[in-house]
């Protein structure tokens, strides 16, 4: 019966010196009791990984370097999640399981022998669809790409490996990586943990599901208008979007252009921090890459009570559903207390959807037109729309959209001159049904594309700076809320330090804690529902 036995796992071989080794202790304790499976199975059965599954990266880490677990057993531990959960939530697509065993094999042994061990040493870790990982394909949830086996890591998967993570499989996304929700043709449609008729968002969809499942500790996302923020909101987890150049970019088709960057993505903020510290570091080949901020080696405990916030619940453009608006001044009246001062108050933001649409349509020519031009049917719809809003525009639009661009990244910057950190609504909307496949109106006001319900991120990619969404207790429909945190430009350490205090603040309070998924539920659905795989192409 439940919390009739003791947890097996040997916590205390944790060294005296750890600081934090009586709060994993007790929350290892804590999962034990709760588990009804494990308490009646014998340590190394399934019902063991059960808890490992749930516990954060740094938990795991810390009990790897202790020898208080394997990696052996942390990875099996995700191996039986993805197996019970992955065919209902579609989280993972192509995956390595043989070789991420031997590597988790490789890892024990080298914990073993009393090698120095790299900060992510044996966790498992999922890769986006849409980056490189030798072994297996990259296909961008597309037909185009369903046989393109790769051979060679990309860096940040290598600069990953490195640091000791073992790479489980790939994340789902929409298809080519555009797209409201974490569906394709290919693989299916990824849904949301904490209801399943839900979507996930996207386009790091199947990342965010992953993490909120259990199914891996760490996994890493990319972001140009919401892709890493927006699925964190919906499912319950933290992700920050790097100012750009703190974590090197191999991938982004405009060297030069600070949207599409990679990030790390947790259950918790400070798992999202570990990884980003991993991440982060200068290459010559991004021409954005800054030097690595030693304070990703320093964590501190910022003092909120000194901090000046601004508060925006529309950054001044962007449409809000009156549900998420109203939750958002209800949890912010909470949050304020924590520190000195609180203030109406964003930049000027007034151009940010006519400058987006035209940056973006540059990209989507130079990275689809070719496609578009040989064989139109076999992108994706959303791709299609960018296409050809693209070609509609001229070197005028283009020369304004650079130069305005400018002017909003200083105003930005300017603005926390007299700020330390901006507060917003993580999403505009809550999680939607499947079947809405994107929001057509908020408050009734129809949305010109599938992208326009996303303008509270794009508006603060188009600022520059580095943004932590995290979660924020339930919002009006009892799924997910997440805040958005926008900090100074090329201040991330400290940014993830500030995500770190404040989630520890809100897990006091059941209305700002983190919600869980009720994984039970979710085994008895899994068990009894088909496979949600190879879904038809939907049209926006």
């Given at each position: 019966?439940a919390?009739?036995?003791?947890?097996?796992?040997?916590?205390?071989?944790?060294?005296?010196?750890?600081?934090?080794?009586?709060?994993?202790?007790?929350?290892?304790?804590s999962?034990?009791?709760?588990?009804?499976?494990?308490?009646?199975?014998?340590?190394?059965?399934?019902?063991?990984?059960?808890?490992?599954?749930?516990?954060?990266?740094?938990?795991?880490?810390?009990?790897?370097?202790?020898?208080?677990?394997?990696?052996?057993?942390?990875?099996?531990?995700?191996?039986?999640?993805?197996?019970?959960?992955?065919?209902?939530?579609v989280?993972?697509?192509?995956?390595?399981?043989?070789?991420?065993?031997?590597?988790?094999?490789?890892?024990?042994?080298?914990?073993?022998?009393?090698?120095?061990?790299?900060?992510?040493?044996?966790?498992?870790?999922?890769?986006?669809?849409?980056?490189?990982?030798?072994?297996?394909?990259?296909t961008?949830?597309?037909?185009?790409?369903?046989?393109?086996?790769?051979?060679?890591?990309?860096?940040?998967?290598?600069?990953?490996?490195?640091q000791?993570?073992?790479?489980?499989?790939?994340?789902?996304?929409?298809?080519?990586?555009?797209?409201?929700?974490?569906?394709?043709?290919?693989?299916?449609?990824?849904?949301?943990?904490?209801?399943?008729?839900?979507?996930?968002?996207?386009?790091?969809?199947?990342?965010?599901?992953?993490?909120?499942?259990?199914?891996?500790?760490?996994?890493?996302?990319?972001?140009?208008?919401?892709?890493?923020?927006?699925?964190?909101?919906?499912?319950?987890?933290?992700?920050?979007?790097?100012?750009?150049?703190?974590?090197?970019?191999?991938?982004?088709?405009?060297?030069?252009?600070?949207?599409?960057?990679?990030?790390?993505?947790?259950?918790?903020?400070?798992?999202?921090?570990?990884?980003?510290?991993?991440?982060?570091?200068?290459?010559?080949?991004?021409?954005?890459?800054?030097?690595?901020?030693?304070?990703?080696?320093?964590?501190?405990?910022?003092?909120?009570?000194g901090?000046?916030?601004?508060?925006?619940?529309?950054l001044?453009?962007?449409?809000?559903?009156?549900?998420?608006?109203?939750?958002?001044?209800?949890?912010?009246?909470?949050?304020?207390?924590?520190?000195?001062s609180?203030?109406?108050?964003?930049?000027?933001?007034?151009?940010?959807?006519?400058?987006?649409?035209?940056?973006?349509?540059?990209?989507?020519?130079?990275?689809?037109?070719?496609?578009?031009?040989?064989?139109?049917?076999?992108?994706?719809?959303?791709?299609?729309?960018?296409?050809?809003?693209?070609?509609?525009?001229?070197?005028?639009?283009?020369?304004?959209?650079?130069?305005?661009?400018?002017?909003?990244?200083?105003?930005?910057?300017?603005?926390?001159?007299?700020?330390?950190l901006?507060?917003?609504?993580?999403?505009?909307?809550?999680?939607?049904?499947?079947?809405?496949?994107?929001?057509?109106?908020?408050?009734?006001?129809?949305?010109?594309?599938?992208?326009?319900?996303?303008?509270i991120?794009?508006?603060?990619?188009?600022?520059?700076?580095?943004?932590?969404?995290?979660?924020?207790?339930?919002?009006?429909?009892?799924?997910?809320?997440?805040?958005?945190?926008?900090?100074?430009?090329?201040?991330?350490?400290?940014?993830?330090?500030?995500?770190?205090?404040?989630?520890a603040?809100?897990?006091?309070?059941?209305?700002?804690?983190?919600?869980?998924?009720?994984?039970?539920?979710?085994?008895?659905?899994?068990?009894?529902?088909?496979?949600?795989?190879?879904?038809?192409?939907?049209?926006?």
């Amino acid at each position: 019966m439940a919390g009739t036995a003791s947890c097996p796992i040997n916590v205390h071989s944790l060294p005296p010196s750890a600081g934090d080794r009586g709060q994993i202790c007790a929350r290892l304790d804590s999962i034990c009791q709760l588990s009804t499976n494990f308490v009646e199975l014998p340590l190394g059965s399934k019902g063991q990984t059960a808890v490992l599954a749930d516990l954060s990266a740094v938990e795991l880490r810390h009990l790897i370097g202790s020898k208080a677990i394997s990696p052996v057993e942390v990875m099996q531990a995700s191996l039986d999640r993805i197996s019970d959960l992955n065919g209902l939530l579609v989280a993972f697509c192509d995956m390595r399981p043989e070789a991420a065993m031997a590597e988790a094999k490789e890892a024990e042994a080298a914990v073993m022998r009393g090698d120095a061990l790299p900060p992510l040493h044996g966790l498992p870790i999922g890769i986006k669809d849409m980056n490189d990982v030798a072994g297996l394909r990259t296909t961008y949830g597309s037909h185009l790409y369903k046989d393109n086996l790769i051979t060679t890591d990309e860096f940040i998967v290598a600069h990953l490996k490195r640091q000791g993570a073992i790479v489980v499989g790939k994340t789902n996304i929409p298809e080519l990586g555009f797209g409201a929700t974490s569906s394709n043709p290919l693989w299916g449609t990824t849904c949301n943990p904490h209801d399943v008729r839900f979507t996930a968002a996207g386009s790091s969809g199947g990342t965010a599901v992953a993490l909120a499942s259990g199914m891996v500790p760490l996994a890493m996302g990319s972001d140009f208008a919401g892709s890493l923020r927006t699925p964190a909101a919906f499912n319950g987890i933290t992700g920050i979007r790097p100012s750009a150049g703190t974590v090197a970019n191999e991938r982004r088709a405009f060297g030069f252009s600070p949207f599409n960057v990679e990030g790390p993505m947790g259950r918790e903020a400070q798992d999202a921090r570990l990884l980003l510290a991993a991440m982060a570091g200068q290459q010559s080949f991004d021409p954005l890459s800054q030097r690595r901020d030693p304070g990703f080696d320093a964590p501190t405990t910022p003092d909120l009570a000194g901090l000046r916030i601004a508060i925006s619940e529309d950054l001044g453009f962007c449409p809000i559903d009156n549900g998420v608006r109203a939750t958002f001044q209800a949890k912010m009246a909470q949050v304020v207390g924590f520190f000195r001062s609180a203030e109406d108050a964003c930049p000027d933001l007034s151009t940010v959807e006519r400058v987006l649409q035209v940056m973006r349509s540059l990209e989507f020519l130079y990275d689809f037109k070719p496609i578009y031009e040989r064989d139109k049917a076999a992108l994706a719809p959303n791709v299609v729309y960018e296409v050809e809003r693209a070609l509609t525009l001229g070197i005028p639009d283009a020369a304004w959209a650079l130069g305005e661009h400018a002017r909003i990244h200083r105003a930005s910057q300017a603005f926390f001159d007299g700020f330390d950190l901006l507060f917003t609504p993580a999403a505009s909307v809550p999680p939607f049904r499947h079947e809405d496949e994107w929001p057509r109106q908020i408050n009734g006001e129809p949305m010109a594309n599938y992208l326009r319900w996303e303008a509270i991120a794009y508006g603060v990619t188009l600022m520059g700076n580095p943004a932590v969404v995290i979660p924020c207790g339930k919002g009006p429909d009892g799924l997910p809320f997440g805040l958005q945190i926008v900090g100074p430009l090329h201040r991330d350490a400290w940014l993830a330090d500030v995500a770190v205090a404040l989630e520890a603040l809100f897990a006091r309070d059941p209305e700002l804690s983190r919600p869980r998924i009720d994984v039970n539920t979710l085994l008895k659905a899994a068990a009894t529902t088909k496979p949600n795989t190879q879904q038809e192409r939907k049209t926006p």
